[in-house]
């Protein structure tokens, strides 16, 4: 059994270019399907947020028409409420990598607002990177490396293969023109080498320990990845 520390987002909002607050938080697939995947295969989870806060859950991640209809809507609302550890997550500040095996980042706009700068996310994530333990990102979660830079403000994550939510994506879901900044673009930004799929079809890419998924279709492939890292 291996331990899997899940950090997600603690925000309610993403604010955009306008200065509104769009309503977000943490996508539904992104950690439900993961979490059922490492539970099924024995693995232990562990929630942390910034803060220890209770997650907020993105309302419109449990719409039938993001989920393949009613029963597939059920299906996530009802791992969500098994997914007992949402409820009692432990503050991201006390964290010690030394008590997981692998780390995992889901996505939702949420991380573009708090990941996206946390200081202390950020030396997580470098610190997994260079641990050589198994490291999953998910959609909007590769916000969170933005926050993983050297004393000399380079990334830690510059020359890496990755992928994540595509300013494509963004468009077609009607918020990139309202967004401060777009995810895929600042990734490249920061140096990264930004592997784009097809919209909305399952994409992931592995790059040594790291491995990262476009959108929430590539939640299963990227927690099967995750999976044969700790086998």
């Not at 992104?30 to 539970?39: I, M």
Request: with cysteine; hydrophobic share 40%.
């Amino acid at each position: 059994m291996s331990k899997i520390l899940f950090v997600v987002t603690g925000a309610t909002y993403w604010t955009l270019a306008d200065g509104t607050r769009h309503p977000t938080g943490f996508w539904a697939e992104e950690a439900v399907t993961p979490h059922e995947a490492f539970t099924a295969a024995g693995h232990e989870v562990t929630v942390a947020t910034p803060g220890g806060v209770v997650p907020t859950v993105d309302q419109g991640s449990l719409a039938p028409e993001v989920n393949g209809g009613p029963e597939g809507a059920e299906r996530i609302t009802a791992g969500l409420e098994a997914f007992t550890g949402l409820r009692l997550p432990v503050k991201l500040e006390d964290v010690d990598l030394a008590d997981y095996d692998a780390v995992f980042y889901p996505g939702g706009h949420g991380p573009m607002e708090d990941l996206a700068v946390d200081p202390v996310s950020g030396r997580l994530l470098a610190d997994t990177l260079a641990s050589g333990k198994p490291l999953g990102v998910v959609c909007h979660g590769p916000a969170a490396l933005l926050a993983a830079t050297r004393a000399d403000g380079t990334n830690v994550f510059a020359g890496y293969r990755l992928t994540g939510f595509t300013d494509a994506e963004e468009t077609q879901a009607g918020l990139a023109d309202k967004a401060k900044w777009l995810l895929q673009s600042r990734l490249v930004e920061a140096g990264a080498d930004f592997q784009e799929g097809e919209p909305w079809a399952p994409h992931v890419v592995v790059d040594r320990n790291l491995v990262t998924g476009q959108n929430p279709a590539s939640s299963a492939p990227l927690a099967a990845e995750l999976l044969k890292k700790l086998a």
